[in-house]
Every structure is written in structure tokens, then in C-alpha cells.
């Protein structure tokens, strides 16, 4: 089954234009599948079946994988075999019977305004680090980028005349307007902070840590949860909340949904379409609480 990666993933890039995110989190799947089928004996895709996939989906079960990542393996697994059949490397595809476990969508967490003001005021802007972190807070609420599409953006992908990031996933580019406070936030970073960080290095990553390397998730991750804590905010909070906040924020305020589907990076409408469930949902509590006769 090995030798049959790398053409799938040939296939999952220029066929179906696949993120480096998906092929990542495909390949993984598939390396864990591999050696559960492996230690049962199986090392050829032809000796596959639906039987001995459907026992490794319990397997994951049992390890206490969520049900979005045994449905993502699913997915996974799906993909490889629709593919193998295709290309006459399996006599049938075992997937072809095969569902994945039903997922209950859960609305999005996200701040309030008031909460998202607050984060964003909490970054000392009396150092290097405090400067950056508010021009990485400001920039991801501003554009709703992806956090591993933040900290990939290249001193290039700023254009400060036009007031646009260019953001890229993989072969997939898209422009996002940025507002003023992320511009603001931004051009002082570039002026006052990125050198002394860079500490006489030379690289193209906007965003870098107090040694002069690109910034990580897990950086990023840490500094977010230590102003969280600062700003009092109690919920669960993770980068992909500044994603979430930033398209219902939007959406609240009537903004397009093909404009937030697009910049978002959506391929499907259904996906954005759960922002607008939430703003009407919002206006409707409203209505409910302020009608006399609700």
C-alpha cells in the first residue's frame, strides 16, 4: 500500500486541489491504517477489505478518537481506495459500503465584541513582543485567516497602498481586505519591533519569535491563552475563534455571505451559511427579550 502513496497524492494535489493541511491529515490517517493493517497480517491494498476496515474504524473508536477524526479517517480511507480502483490497483473498492460516523454540527464558539476589544488590548506595546502579538491578534481578526496561513504570510504578501494580505493554502491564493487598526498595528511592528526580534537575521516571514525564526502554532497558541486569562475571558478559546468571531462579526452586521464565503476561503456556501443561522438566532433573542408582546 505504500508504494501507492505517492501517485495519491499527485492525485489529492492536481486532481481534486487539495490544501497541504488535507494531504497532511490524509497522509497521517493513512500511515495509521497502514500499520494497524499491517500487525493483522495485510500489506497489500488487494487484500483489503470491508471487514478489516470496519474493524479498524472500532479500533479508533475504542482508542477514543473523536468522532470527527474517526470520520476524517473515514474520509481518509474513502479517498485512497475510490482512488486504487480507479486505477485498477484493487480488484473493488471496500470503502463502498462503508459510513462514516454522523457528526452533530456545533455552532462555532465566538467572542462578543466587548470580549474581542478586550484580547485585543491586552499586548504591552512597550515591547517588541507585545507589539508583534497585537499586530498577530489584530491582522487574524481583521482577515479571519487560517493561524497557519498567519504566520506563513511573506513580507511580499503586504500591500499597505491597496490595504489587502495576500493569504495562501497550499496552490490556493486568496486577497483579504485589512482594516485600519490591523494596518495600523502591522506598519508598527514592521517599523519598531520585527528587527530587534529578528536580532540580525535575514528572512521573509512577517511574523517571527524572539529569536529571529518563523513564530509556530504552539507560540502563537500560548501568548493567545496568556491574554486570554489577562482579558478575563473564561470560555475555551483557540486561534480558530479569532476565525469564527471575525465571520459572525461580519455577518452581523449585513455583510455579504458570498463576501464572507470567499474571504474565508470556502469552498461550499453550506459552511459560511451556519454564521448567518447564528445572526439571526442573535436578533431573534433580541426580539424576544425587547418585544412587549414576544
Not at 11 to 29: F, G, I, M, P, Q
Not at 90 to 108: L, N, R, Y
Amino acid at each position: 500500500m505504500e508504494q501507492i502513496m505517492p501517485d495519491f497524492i499527485t492525485y489529492l494535489t492536481n486532481e481534486r486541489n487539495a490544501s497541504k493541511s488535507t494531504v497532511s491529515s490524509y497522509c497521517r490517517d493513512l500511515q495509521r491504517m497502514f500499520r494497524f493493517l499491517s500487525e493483522k497480517g495485510i500489506k497489500k491494498a488487494k487484500d483489503v477489505t470491508t471487514v478489516s476496515l470496519n474493524a479498524y474504524i472500532l479500533y479508533l473508536e475504542k482508542a477514543g478518537f473523536s468522532i470527527s477524526t474517526v470520520s476524517r479517517n473515514v474520509a481518509s480511507m474513502k479517498a485512497f481506495f475510490h482512488f486504487a480502483f480507479g486505477k485498477r490497483l484493487v480488484d473493488q473498492d471496500p470503502t463502498s459500503t462503508i459510513k462514516a460516523p454522523h457528526i452533530e454540527k456545533k455552532t462555532p464558539g465566538i467572542l462578543t465584541r466587548q470580549q474581542m476589544e478586550s484580547l485585543l488590548e491586552q499586548p504591552a506595546l512597550d515591547t517588541p513582543k507585545g507589539i508583534r502579538d497585537q499586530a498577530m491578534l489584530e491582522l487574524l481578526y481583521a482577515t479571519g485567516m487560517r493561524v497557519t496561513e498567519l504566520i506563513s504570510v511573506q513580507m511580499e504578501d503586504i500591500n499597505f497602498k491597496l490595504d489587502y494580505v495576500v493569504c495562501r493554502d497550499g496552490d490556493k491564493v486568496r486577497v483579504i481586505p485589512m482594516g485600519k487598526k490591523a494596518k495600523e498595528a502591522l506598519i508598527r511592528y514592521l517599523e519598531t519591533a520585527r528587527e530587534q526580534l529578528m536580532k540580525g537575521k535575514k528572512g521573509n516571514y512577517v511574523f517571527v519569535n524572539c529569536f529571529g525564526s518563523p513564530m509556530s502554532r504552539q507560540g502563537f497558541w500560548k501568548n493567545l491563552k496568556e491574554y486570554a486569562q489577562k482579558a478575563g475571558i473564561r470560555e475555551d478559546i483557540t486561534p480558530h475563534t479569532f476565525r469564527h468571531s471575525f465571520a459572525a462579526h461580519l455577518v452581523e452586521n449585513g455583510a455579504d455571505l458570498h463576501d464572507v464565503q470567499e474571504m474565508l476561503g470556502h469552498s461550499d456556501i453550506s459552511t459560511t451559511q451556519i454564521y448567518m443561522a447564528m445572526a439571526v438566532g442573535k436578533v431573534r433573542n433580541s426580539y424576544l427579550k425587547a418585544h412587549p408582546r414576544a
